[in-house]
């Protein structure tokens, strides 16, 4: 890992954690693909001094979402429809609990490392593995996960017509502040 020694304190302030979401279903024409930003979150890269690996831990607040951007449609979305959606993915979809990440190994790999960890959302926790492409001071890396998964039920409207793709990706891009 190339990243310097020490406690990386991560957040919004450092770069961008987002969501994105894919439409389906018959009437996928009319919904839209789309780009949801987590506003509150906190991570911590913990490296310590060869040989020992580092350790990687997130915080994401569930409420903190906003949509961004909304790909294709019928019509572009409004700050109603923004609200409207951002109201459904916490009654409906996040339940308002916590997200989390909690790394167990961190292996390099060519150009990064891969972060296996535990993910909890929606008060399930469950295994999974990311890469992370790391350079001096940034890390980037995205994730798709199988919302079912976690107990998620992708959302439907239109009498099921329109639906959001079990699968959904996570992007995180962030510029590393010094350690301390």
């Not at 310097?4 to 770069?15: Q, T, V």
């Not at 459904?88 to 296996?116: E, M, N, Y």
Request: proline share 6%; glycine share 12%.
């Amino acid at each position: 890992m190339l990243l310097a020694a020490g406690s990386h304190r991560l957040g919004p302030d450092s770069g961008s954690l987002l969501v994105k979401t894919y439409r389906g279903g018959v009437a996928a024409r009319a919904g839209h693909d789309l780009v949801i930003e987590v506003t509150r979150w906190e991570a911590t890269v913990e490296v310590a001094p060869d040989p020992a690996e580092p350790a990687i831990e997130l915080h994401a607040d569930p409420k903190s979402l906003e949509v961004r951007a909304g790909v294709g449609g019928a019509k572009p979305l409004t700050d109603r429809d923004r609200g409207e959606i951002r109201k459904t993915i916490d009654a409906k979809v996040l339940r308002g609990q916590p997200i989390g990440f909690r790394s167990t190994a961190v292996r390099p790999v060519d150009g990064g490392v891969v972060a296996d960890g535990e993910l909890t959302i929606v008060g399930t926790t469950r295994p999974v593995s990311v890469r992370l492409d790391v350079a001096m001071d940034r890390i980037a890396g995205t994730i798709a996960l199988t919302q079912s998964e976690w107990g998620i039920e992708p959302y439907r409207g239109l009498m099921g017509a329109l639906k959001v793709r079990d699968e959904v990706e996570v992007v995180i891009d962030v510029r590393l502040p010094a350690a301390t």
